[in-house]
């Protein structure tokens, strides 16, 4: 199985400030075949469903703002949002879509410092 | 517009067996791979397992907490996943969502929330 390891736990960040997430797989999720990282990015607001951010590890969903990027390959990946606004507190957990089982990382908490 | 609904979640004893549905519109359900997701009070998310378009096979994998006592089904006709859940245990208390496998997911049911306790 691939575990996700996710970095920080949580993390407060100044409104207008950037915030990193950090994301660790424990074997790669890139895909030779066709030049991609089976890696996504969901977001999760108090009392929500998730909300898909970023797949292919650096492809914005359509509507996601752009202070949201994904970046990194291979094991390791990074969620930024590059100015924090009020509407960005939530708990941001990033997927592996590479093989069964699907795995989650643990979340990242982020509020507002 | 996508819509997911699930339903039957609600509470049950240890042991006891329980059926979630999942009505879905807005795509062409038959030829989507669809997954049940679920997340414990205050916890992360798991994935339960998938069931592949009949296209595809129609078949199931499942994590390896559930395996042997959770069976993912589904019925094209009615745009509806299952989730057949035995011999549960307290662990299985937890929001359970229904979503299409892209192979992300997106989007998400509001989920239904199951509750095993005596």
């Known amino acids: 199985d691939i575990v996700m390891t996710q970095s920080p736990d949580s993390l407060a960040v100044s409104l207008g400030e950037r915030a990193t997430v950090n994301c660790k797989s424990s074997?790669?999720?890139?895909?030779?075949?066709?030049?991609?990282?089976?890696l996504a990015w969901y977001q999760q607001k108090p009392g929500q469903p998730p909300k898909l951010l970023i797949y292919w590890a650096s492809t914005r969903e359509s509507g996601v703002p752009d202070r949201f990027s994904g970046s990194g390959s291979g094991t390791d990946f990074t969620l930024t949002i590059s100015s924090l606004q009020t509407e960005d507190v939530a708990v941001y957990y990033c997927?592996?879509?590479?093989?069964?089982?699907?795995?989650f990382g643990g979340g990242t908490k982020v509020e507002i410092k | 517009e996508v819509h997911l609904v699930e339903s039957g979640g609600g509470l049950v004893k240890p042991g006891g067996s329980l059926r979630l549905s999942c009505v879905v519109s807005?795509?062409?359900?038959?030829?989507?791979?669809m997954t049940w997701v679920r997340q414990a009070p205050g916890k992360g998310l798991e994935w339960v397992g998938h069931?592949?378009?009949?296209?595809?096979?129609?078949?199931?994998d499942y994590a390896a907490p559930v395996k042997d006592r959770f069976i993912i089904s589904r019925d094209d006709s009615k745009n509806t996943l299952s989730l057949e859940m035995n011999s549960l245990k307290t662990e299985d208390t937890a929001v359970y969502y229904c979503t299409p496998e892209i192979p992300w997911f997106d989007p998400w049911g509001q989920g239904t929330l199951v509750t095993v306790s005596s």
């Open positions: 807005g795509f062409t359900f038959s030829n989507a791979w």
């Open positions: 069931i592949k378009s009949e296209t595809d096979g129609g078949t199931t």
């Open positions: 997927q592996q879509y590479y093989s069964t089982p699907l795995t």
């Open positions: 074997q790669s999720v890139f895909y030779s075949s066709n030049n991609k990282n089976f």
